[in-house]
Structure formats: structure tokens, C-alpha cells
């Protein structure tokens, strides 16, 4: 009886969006998820999956060299905020797990800018790679953060769901973030000599 009434009511039948993918706008299960994926047609937030490669990422670190991370964090976060628009903020996982591992996070100002950055950057390449590009669903990215690895106790840094996010270094954070206030940041990296690392 509860099976018919469940199946009139359409409760048990009803497929219930993911609630890892509305976090953060990835799912282990990928296409395989019993749940629902609502890819949002218009959102401030895109995200560039595996794009970070970490050099020294392996099972007993996530860390890597904070040069090489700095290198590729202002190399992205000026070309795009050069050729679609300003950028809130910019994140990047330091996760093991593959739907997690790499993936950059871009929220601009605007959803328009989003989506131009997202039809440009999609099958575009960056270091000899293609890049997957689409708007994610994620507003805040402290919301999807893993609190255990904030606190230096995650035991799952495989399996866990939720971000590691990398930090970047304090003089890099100055110049991008606060460095806008007082002109252009581009005078350092757009040189004549300076090439945008997407093709």
C-alpha cells in the first residue's frame, strides 16, 4: 500500500537535485548521479575543471611549490579579468579526488561576463590541455568548503567532497585583490613580452 501511494504522490519516484553539485558545482558520480545536476543557464560564477596541474600532487600531499601555484593563479586571473571582465574572487582546488582536483573557480561581477569567459575559454587549450568550461552554480565558496582541511584535520583527502582550496601568497593577494584600487593591474604582466598562457 505505501509503495501505491508513493507512486501516486510521485515521492519515492521524483528525482531530488544533488546536493553536492548545487555546493560545489562538481559530483563524483558525474553523469551517474542518481540525483538531479540543474546546470544554471546564467550564474556570475564559471568553473574551469582539472585546470590546475599541481606539481607535487600525490596521496601524502596536496601542497605543491607556491611559485609555480602563484605563476598560474596571476597568469589566469589577469587574462580573464583583461578579456571578459572584474573579477570577485578566484579560487583554486588543491583536492586529490579527480572531480575536485585542479578545478579553478571564477566569480566575476557580472553574469554576462561568466558567460562570455565560458563560450571563449571552452575547448580552448592552456598548456597543452583542453579546457572544460561551463557556469557552476556555486554563489558562495565558503559554503562548499571543507571545514576538517580549514582546521588541518581532513582524513579524507581522496574521497572528500567538499574544497581544499590553495592559498595564494600574500603580496600576490595584494596585487591582484587591493593593487585595482590604485590604477590597472596590468602594467606588470601585459608587457610587450608577456603572453596569455590560453591558446
Known amino acids: 500500500m505505501a509503495e501505491f501511494l508513493a507512486s501516486i504522490y510521485r515521492i519515492e519516484n521524483d528525482k531530488v537535485d544533488c546536493p553536492l553539485y548545487e555546493k560545489t558545482g562538481v559530483c563524483r558520480h558525474g553523469d551517474r548521479c542518481s540525483h538531479i ?50 573579477i570577485e574572487e578566484m579560487n583554486v582546488c588543491g583536492n586529490l579526488g579527480d572531480h575536485l582536483r585542479g ?18 575559454l571552452n575547448n580552448s587549450r592552456f598548456g597543452g590541455r583542453i579546457i572544460q568550461a561551463e557556469l557552476c552554480p556555486v554563489i558562495d565558496v565558503r559554503e562548499a568548503c571543507c571545514r576538517h582541511y580549514e ?41 610587450p613580452t608577456k603572453k596569455f598562457p590560453f591558446e
Open 103 to 120: 578545478n579553478v573557480y571564477i566569480k566575476f561581477r557580472r553574469e554576462e561576463d561568466a558567460e562570455k569567459a565560458v563560450n571563449d
Open 151 to 191: 582546521m588541518g584535520r581532513c582524513n579524507r583527502p581522496r574521497l572528500c567532497n567538499f574544497m581544499h582550496l590553495k592559498p595564494i601568497s600574500r603580496d600576490l593577494g595584494r596585487f591582484l585583490y587591493t593593487g585595482r584600487n590604485f590604477g590597472r593591474i596590468y602594467c606588470r604582466p601585459l608587457s
Open 37 to 86: 545536476h540543474n546546470k544554471p543557464t546564467s550564474s556570475q560564477t564559471c568553473i574551469l575543471r582539472n585546470l590546475y596541474e599541481n606539481p607535487q600532487n600525490s596521496a601524502k600531499s596536496s601542497e605543491g611549490n607556491q611559485e609555480h601555484f602563484d605563476n598560474f593563479f596571476e597568469d589566469v586571473f589577469v587574462e580573464c579579468e583583461y578579456k571578459y571582465g572584474e
